[in-house]
């Protein structure tokens, strides 16, 4: 089985750019998380989805990043405008909600660079 | 605030040594428990879930959970220079829905 897929792997913007990262789960999850990792803070947890849905958006910083899960095997992350500070490595994790275990199983992640 | 709290290390240890990693966590009211390990430029990768206290072997890895104390550890029988890699602990807290909190995770070196 294929694990979480995302795209693109690297992504080299300009500052006030649009960024769009993409994420597919695995077939059969329905829950979907988006984080973000850097040296200083550590592995974040941006948003996470449950059938679909928005849950916990707590973590997004601010109005610049939104995300959207139009179907239940396609996610997108998007940074408008784009600022240095966003440059990290952003992975995407699917798990099957409704279970004990809810283990959740990482992407390979998409490393940004803002200049 | 529900944290889960790692030493940043790194710990280093002999081949063949055990291991030994520990998590403490801030919140009684809490789940599960997770371990995944972390390569450098790779993505976290899951190597053990615990539920109930106690220990939970798999291979050369234990996991230990000690709800009463708040702790969860990972050992690593029989190091090997390929286990050198950062280890986070994640905790599902109750109420917190399905997200899982992270620590800073515990970078271990296993020397020859």
């Known amino acids: 089985d294929a694990g979480v897929i995302q795209s693109p792997r690297h992504e080299v913007t300009e500052m006030g750019q649009e960024v769009t990262l993409r994420c597919k789960p695995i077939s059969g999850h329905n829950s979907l998380f988006w984080y973000r990792q850097t040296m200083m803070r550590g592995l974040e947890l941006l948003i996470y989805?449950?059938?679909?849905?928005?849950?916990?958006d707590s973590g997004m910083p601010e109005d610049r990043f939104s995300a959207k899960m139009p179907n239940a095997s396609f996610s997108t992350l998007k940074i408008q405008p784009s600022e240095p500070r966003d440059s990290a490595v952003y992975f995407c994790a699917s798990s099957r909600s409704g279970t004990d275990d809810n283990e959740q199983f990482f992407g390979p992640g998409t490393r940004l660079t803002v200049l | 605030q529900k944290e889960v709290e790692q030493n940043s290390g790194p710990l280093s240890v002999p081949e063949g040594a055990i291991a030994s990693l520990n998590c403490t966590y801030s919140?009684?009211?809490?789940?599960?428990f997770f371990w995944y390990r972390q390569y450098s430029g790779k993505s976290p990768e899951l190597i053990m879930s615990i539920y109930s206290n106690g220990d939970k072997e798999d291979g050369r890895f234990t996991a230990q959970l000690n709800k009463a104390s708040q702790y969860v550890s990972l050992l690593i029988r029989d190091s090997q220079p390929s286990d050198s890699a950062t280890y986070l602990c994640a905790v599902k807290f109750t109420g917190g829905g399905n997200k899982l909190t992270f620590g800073t995770g515990t970078q271990l070196k296993v020397e020859l």
């Open positions: 919140d009684r009211v809490s789940q599960s």
């Open positions: 989805f449950n059938n679909n849905v928005p849950i916990d």
